[in-house]
């Protein structure tokens, strides 16, 4: 039996949150519990803003609330692709923030499968390079 498009984009976008949340919890942590740290005048914009990051698990299989999902966050990603601190992490933010303006928007998973499988490849690549990002951010912290 196929995966249907359905299962796809929920499978995609558990995985796009997830490592979007693991990473921002991930540095906040390391922040301390008031999201701040001995370091942070000396954090660059894009961590400061990754660290003030609060996020909520999207809905698992309501559309309708992972489009608003969708939308609530996307001012958050587009501010943190205006203060990516390179042009491979600014290019898998905005990619990002584009995918994140067709979910808010999309009318159907149909559709919204085909646009995920189109730019899954290129997707996966910009992952490292925000993952690096994610870990200069980090590192910054000590």
């Known amino acids: 039996m196929g995966v249907t498009s359905t299962s796809r984009v929920?499978?995609?976008?558990?995985?796009?949150?997830?490592?979007?949340?693991?990473?921002?919890?991930?540095?906040?942590?390391?922040?301390?519990?008031?999201?701040?740290s001995s370091a942070s005048?000396?954090?660059?914009?894009?961590?400061?803003?990754?660290?003030?990051?609060?996020?909520?698990?999207?809905?698992?299989?309501?559309?309708?609330?992972?489009?608003?999902?969708?939308?609530t966050y996307l001012p958050f990603f587009k501010k943190l692709a205006s203060q990516a601190p390179n042009k491979a992490t600014?290019?898998?933010?905005?990619e990002m923030v584009q995918i994140m303006q067709y979910e808010s928007t999309a009318v159907?998973?149909?559709?919204?499968?085909?646009?995920?499988a189109a730019h899954n490849v290129t997707w996966n690549k910009g992952w490292k390079a925000f993952a690096s990002a994610v870990m200069s951010c980090v590192t910054s912290l000590y």
Do not use: D, E
Not at 90 to 94: A, G, P
Not at 108 to 116: E, F, P, R, S, W
């Open 108 to 116: 159907n998973t149909k559709t919204l499968a085909a646009y995920v």
């Open 41 to 71: 005048a000396a954090m660059s914009p894009f961590c400061k803003t990754l660290t003030s990051f609060h996020p909520k698990a999207p809905p698992g299989t309501n559309y309708v609330a992972y489009r608003a999902w969708a939308k």
């Open 10 to 36: 929920a499978r995609v976008q558990r995985l796009v949150v997830g490592a979007i949340v693991s990473a921002t919890l991930g540095v906040a942590a390391l922040a301390g519990p008031s999201g701040a």
């Open 90 to 94: 600014k290019t898998v933010l905005n």
